[in-house]
Nanobody, 124 residues
Framework: QVQLQESGPGLVKPWETLSLTCTVS????????WAWIRQPPGKDLEWMGV???????YYNPSLKFRTSIARDTSKNQFTLQLLSVTPEDTGVYYC??????????????????WGQGTQVTVSS
C-alpha cells in the first residue's frame, strides 16, 4: 500500500494559480491511478481529476478548463494546478491512489490510499 502526503501553500490570492504536490511512498508498484479530491467547507467531497500510470488524464467537466494534473515519476510525486482560483475554491484538498480507474467517485473505500489532506484558503 502506498502512503500519500499533500503539500502546498495554505493561502492563495484570488485569480492566482493554486499548485499542490502529493508525495508518494511505500509500495513501489507503478500501476496506480492518482487522483485529487477536495471538500469545500460545509459541502460534499468533489472529485477533481485523475492521472494514470501511463500519463492519461481525466478531469471533472466542471473544472476541466482550470485543472491540470501531472506526475513526476523521478520524484514519486504528482501535482495539481488550479487556475484563476476564487474563494469558492477554498477547502481541504486530498490526493488519493487506486489500482483501478475511478472517475467521479469520492467514496473513500473505493481508493487504496488517501492523504491526510491540506487546507487551502483563497483570500486576498
Amino acid at each position: 500500500q502506498v502512503q500519500l502526503q499533500e503539500s502546498g501553500p495554505g493561502l492563495v490570492k484570488p485569480w492566482e494559480t493554486l499548485s499542490l504536490t502529493c508525495t508518494v511512498s511505500g509500495d513501489s508498484t507503478p500501476f496506480y491511478y492518482w487522483a485529487w479530491i477536495r471538500q469545500p467547507p460545509g459541502k460534499d467531497l468533489e472529485w477533481m481529476g485523475v492521472i494514470s500510470y501511463t500519463g492519461s488524464t481525466y478531469y471533472n467537466p466542471s473544472l476541466k478548463f482550470r485543472t491540470s494534473i501531472a506526475r513526476d515519476t523521478s520524484k514519486n510525486q504528482f501535482t495539481l494546478q488550479l487556475l484563476s482560483v476564487t474563494p469558492e475554491d477554498t477547502g481541504v484538498y486530498y490526493c488519493a491512489a487506486s489500482k483501478t480507474l475511478i472517475r467521479g467517485a469520492t467514496t473513500r473505500k473505493l481508493y487504496d490510499s488517501w492523504g491526510q489532506g491540506t487546507q487551502v484558503t483563497v483570500s486576498s
